[in-house]
Nanobody
Framework: VQLQASGGGLVHTGDSLRLSCAASVGTSDILSMGWFRQAPGKEREFVAATGLSGPSGHVTKYGDSVQGRWTISRDSVKREVYLQMNNLKPEDTAVYYC?????????????????WGQGTQVTVSS
């Protein structure tokens, strides 16, 4: 499985960005996808996740810092996931990673994911 993330960039406080992640090659066993982020000097943290099909097909979860500001969505047929980031803050500055897993339940843990994308940089200036 290959994951290609895109949509990062440099924005100002309060702006919006939309990240996209496309899964390709052997995607039939992917049942959920998510986003994590890693700021300089910090550990990678959970941002959001969504099911693609099966029991978690319509379930979404968010990290506390983005709950209410951002929305994760997906195209199950295309095996793509999107992250609409509104009201961006300087503390959202990080490299954002797309991840996918074959487990039936959504995971908020790094170790829960089987595949990782290369990351896309999001920088929010004050």
């Amino acid at each position: 499985v290959q994951l290609q993330a895109s949509g990062g960039g440099l924005v100002h406080t309060g702006d919006s960005l939309r990240l996209s992640c496309a899964a390709s090659v052997g995607t039939s066993d992917i049942l959920s996808m998510g986003w994590f982020r890693q700021a300089p000097g910090k550990e990678r943290e959970f941002v959001a996740a969504t099911g693609l099909s099966g029991p978690s097909g319509h379930v979404t979860k968010y990290g506390d810092s983005v709950q209410g500001r951002w929305t994760i969505s997906r195209d199950s047929v295309k095996r793509e996931v999107y992250l609409q980031m509104n009201n961006l803050k300087p503390e959202d500055t990080a490299v954002y990673y797309c991840a996918a897993r074959s487990g039936v339940l959504i995971s908020t843990q790094l170790r829960g994911y089987d595949y990782w994308g290369q990351g896309t940089q999001v920088t929010v200036s004050s």
